[in-house]
């Protein structure tokens, strides 16, 4: 991965069935390696479809395989998780933790979280945090008390020497933004973004943070968000199902 291309995560949730995810990987292979000679190009299938789909890419890809989640434990009784062990011997490079998604429908708390977290580190898998604040939380404005407090253990495990990671992917996706169809506005991105990067400048000083954002990122939204400079890449939900208008996000918000 080139350290300056941005970065394009397709995070496909649990719209696309095994069936669909290969059928998309097969009907546009070329292309979407194409498309990752210019911008770094993570494609996040559900689990099931993780292997086939690097199979479908080809072993000279240059595309990147993410996971959506894992487990917060070492392989053992844990019916029905997936290990970081075994996303790392599948050949994942990446993993989405903490997606509010995620924080919401399985509960999970900052605490688990950091656990996921130090699985992927121990076993080589670069994480891709998701913090946001509710709608609720950014009319109260307390954005900051939030997105601070989401932060605090994953900057404390990223920051142990035995752990550091050689990157760190940051997701800021404001909760009330995802599949609404409409984003911040510049200036409270602007803030926002100043804020994070401050933050990661302060607390990892040796980690090389990447700072993304998501929620409602499309064709028509992109070009709202690509003038803010600390913005390294996005986290694209809905619009990355549909190909074409993966391809043109990518061609408009690469920098
Ligand atoms: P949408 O792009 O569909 O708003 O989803 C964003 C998201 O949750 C990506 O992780």
Redesign the pocket.
Known sequence: MNNKSTIF?A?W?MHMPFAHALQFCTDNSKELNAVSKQATIILCPSYEALCPVGIVLGNDTTINLGAQNCSAHIPGAYTGQVSAQSLAELGCRFC?IG???ARTHLHETNTEIAQKMEQLLINGIIPIV?IGETEKEYKDGTTFTVLTEQLEMIFALASNPALRPPMLLI?Y?PVW?????SIPTREYLHKVYARLAQLCAEKLPHVDCKLLY?????ENTIAEIKPISEVDGY??????LDFQKFKKIVSLGNK
Request: one cysteine or more; a negative charge.
């Open positions: 995560v995070n949730k989405i997606h509010s998604e998701c997701a996706e933004a995802i599949g609404s169809g998501g929620g409602s990122v499309n986290l694209i939900g809905g619009a990355s």
